[in-house]
């Protein structure tokens, strides 16, 4: 994160079709270009055939006024030549993200703490609510907070404020325990990824009253997954998951609890490495470097 | 496990509707007769109404000889008075596990070897597989090996000579990655507690090719649980659970290897706990103490 | 915690020299006064001439005006015949923890908000600090806030005005990353226990700068343990411990950052466990039920 | 490990003083010689002054045949231009690895099932003990067996002989619990890596007795450590760390046994990255890729 304190680092993301010769093409355009490769990582999912990542943090001086050149560089070579994508940003340019939230605030608060303390490389440009008990909360951050009531008969309209609101002021969109379902018009529009984080067992127990059927069970650990949300809910690319251990003493109402700590943990982890550009999504899976 | 070693040491486990008094007959029964508890763990499911569960470890000395006036006191004032079941052991006496095995040799290995190491307090009177791979292996460790093989149309035939091999010949069975299905007909007829570990997935993957699958999701850890075996396959009272951490780098291959590494310590801890009488059965879930 | 939410749950803890009959002598004195055992822990460090540690949870209609009924009956029976120690306590009474701090927060906030979640039971009376910056924080939290600077030619002075802060309003000290050495003379007039949270390294790395050497060592984990405080720094009993997994691409500061979130955990961990009277301290070691 | 079964498998480590260029130069003399690089993992220490670390593995037809002309190319350009060490191997090359043990055989007997089962990328060629104890449980691997008795007055005899059984016929030593100290000499003589694992606590108990003693401090966690020996005993540069959870009711032997589970993991994980060229070494820490 010394990579925010200086604003000559940049971040390259590659991928696509794996070929021969990648690595060394994109390595060659940023050394043509002046900079200095910091950190590299790349894999392939497969050597023949496969899709080919890479993640490139690198050093070069005056860096804002070169962007564009590079930008042209790397299309020339990597677009054109490879018919790879690319992404190239500032490391100082850190990411604007909008959360939204229902009641618990775990989840919520835990991300502004991390960003105050500067653990997070963000900017927090508003919390939406469908509740209005955490607005006092979260103005104490000096953050916006928004109250945007969902009821059954008006979601389609609740949605197009979310998404007035979030237009132009985000690049991710947070669900930090937004207890309604996303519809897919909304995911269509919304121009930015989602990360959603909720709970995981093993076994997996669908529908309602999860913790409750832990119990029943007996499980011996309580888990969560953070993903991007897709129009399957919660069956989006898993970004990350932890797990916590349970027993018998604890009660439906502790498994919980105990739950949010592992999600709180998980989500901000999440959040950090996608904000540091560290995930990449490759259909329904992601290589996180 | 110093318990071992000295003939005198007892284990109570007693379990039933809860009442008040339970505990303090429990003890005082003990005490008149002369036992001084070594340690005792007790817990309720609810204080109105519950299940209650304890397990008790006391010296007697000249315990062997006292058995059947413990019993009969013991008889007397819960099955009697408290309508509670009990059950009274004597810790030196190892149980008898007898190991179902196929060809993977992981969980089998771990179990032997542990048991030769003086780690688990059983004995070990034979290993069954429907394949005839690891006989010289669990020979080298003087355990008898029988081959029984199973086809699709001799199942009940190889039931019957597994069901005759295990009778009166074990206390315990376990299923060290046994890759056949049990029917109802035999934990109907077999007698004893049964035993088994399997791959353990947030999210769940049900049916054939679970690793594949978990890779093509790109899960971030690999879990186990060991369970005793009821008549819904993978379903019945877990014992334990654990999870390894695993990336997008890992092939399917290697999450399966990974995954072999929980579930030998899964399995070998359910395997322990039971053999010192800690897992209590309450409907579908365990109390472990 | 519902133990909270009723009024008549107690909570026993006995302790000292093992002998036989315990068990039998504690449950026949609450049984007799009507109380209903919940749940119950105990152990022995050895079964013969070792230390004897049991903590029990009880049910007891109408428990406060019966307190001193039960107080004299386990004076009589434990204090007088079987020469032990025991503490009895109404778990409705939430223990008052008196909280000191520097300048770093994550674990006062940890602890602030699991407080007002309720997943703490316990009350704050107050954050005392050697600095005055996180004072607004404590304050929004409706806890107050009592700034004592310690300077090297004052600490007596600083120390008696904490200890006249502390004086009738306080049962547990928690230092929550507090950088200032506690005295020998603070320690024997504070009359209440103190936990302190410090970071643990394998293999420890004692004096100045310990993540930046335990970068040049190159570890691979960064753990905390919290312990009670006694005159030797950072060696009391320890009551809980944990490890986050660390990289070659962690910098000092990431390792420092990860450390403070075992921190926290470890911390509030350690808190409620005290609260809960699950922690029974024995000589330089700890029982925790 | 699916770069076994294929023989043009290379792996590339590159190590030495950072400058700009050096991954597009890597990468260019390996596509040039024809290479298709599969994955690559590099980091800097520090971008500007640091030290610069890269694993690059490649896909190259014919791998065996062109090993001298890429040498010669590397050589050309890393050694030559940029002052760089660099290591190149075939990935079908397996390691071999001799082994020295006393007479526990929990770490031991986790490497050869290991072995035997594809795990481990290896081969040993020997096992050497001070104790006759483990000779029959090697053999039945099909791995010779030399009995090396070492007297405190035939220590140098005794090391002699251990280099010549060495010499020319390893690539790698592991001390799987020997319990003997190896000399500078032998060090100064070995002309290999060697890799040894010991127990770990936080805090750190020096001297003899480590398990009572963290019985008596009522420790959580119990550790091991695997790490490249280097003449400061236990104190050489980290390969891998990890931690089991114990309590209060563990004895001091049972937190030996624990513990025996978390050093055949840690040292199975540290011989495998070793094998697979993951690990660099840079002073007194390692860079694990």
Redesign the interface.
């Given at each position: 994160?010394?990579e925010l304190n200086d604003n000559d680092y940049g971040r390259l993301i590659v991928q696509g079709a794996?070929?021969?010769?990648?690595?060394?093409t994109v390595?060659?355009v940023?050394?043509d270009q002046?900079?200095?490769?910091?950190?590299?990582?790349?894999?392939?999912s497969d050597?023949s055939g496969g899709r080919f990542f890479?993640r490139t943090v690198f050093?070069l001086p005056g860096l804002s006024a070169r962007m564009d050149a590079l930008n042209a560089a790397l299309e020339a070579k990597l677009t054109g030549e490879l018919e790879l994508d690319f992404r190239l940003v500032e490391a100082k340019k850190r990411k604007r993200v909008a959360i939204f939230v229902s009641k618990m605030?775990?989840c919520l608060?835990d991300l502004l703490?991390r960003q105050r303390?500067g653990?997070l490389p963000m900017i927090v440009p508003m919390v939406v609510s469908n509740h209005a008990d955490l607005g006092d909360e979260v103005r104490?951050f000096d953050v916006p907070f928004f109250h945007v009531p969902v009821e059954k008969d008006n979601k389609a309209v609740a949605e197009k404020e979310q998404l007035n609101l979030l237009k132009g002021n985000a690049d991710l969109l947070v669900l930090a325990r937004y207890m309604q379902i996303i519809s897919g018009e909304f995911l269509d529009e919304v121009g930015m990824p989602v990360i959603n984080i909720h709970h995981?067992?093993?076994?997996?127990f669908m529908g309602a009253g999860p913790y409750q059927r832990a119990?029943?069970?007996?499980?011996?650990?309580i888990?969560a997954?953070a993903h991007y949300v897709t129009e399957d809910l919660?069956e989006g690319?898993?970004i990350?998951?932890?797990?916590i251990?349970v027993?018998?003493?604890d009660?439906a109402?502790?498994l919980q609890?105990k739950g949010a700590?592992v999600e709180r943990?998980v989500l901000a982890r999440a959040v950090a490495w996608h904000c540091e550009d560290r995930v990449i999504r490759d259909g329904?899976?992601?290589?996180?470097f």
């Open positions: 994160m010394s794996d070929r021969p010769g990648i690595v060394a390595s060659g940023l050394t002046g900079a200095n490769i910091v950190s590299l990582d790349q894999s392939s050597p890479q050093h605030d775990h608060l703490w303390r653990e104490q995981s067992f093993l076994p997996a119990k029943e069970r007996g499980v011996k650990l888990g997954t919660d690319p898993i990350e998951q932890d797990v251990r027993s018998h003493r009660t109402r502790e609890r700590d943990l329904n899976t992601t290589v996180v």
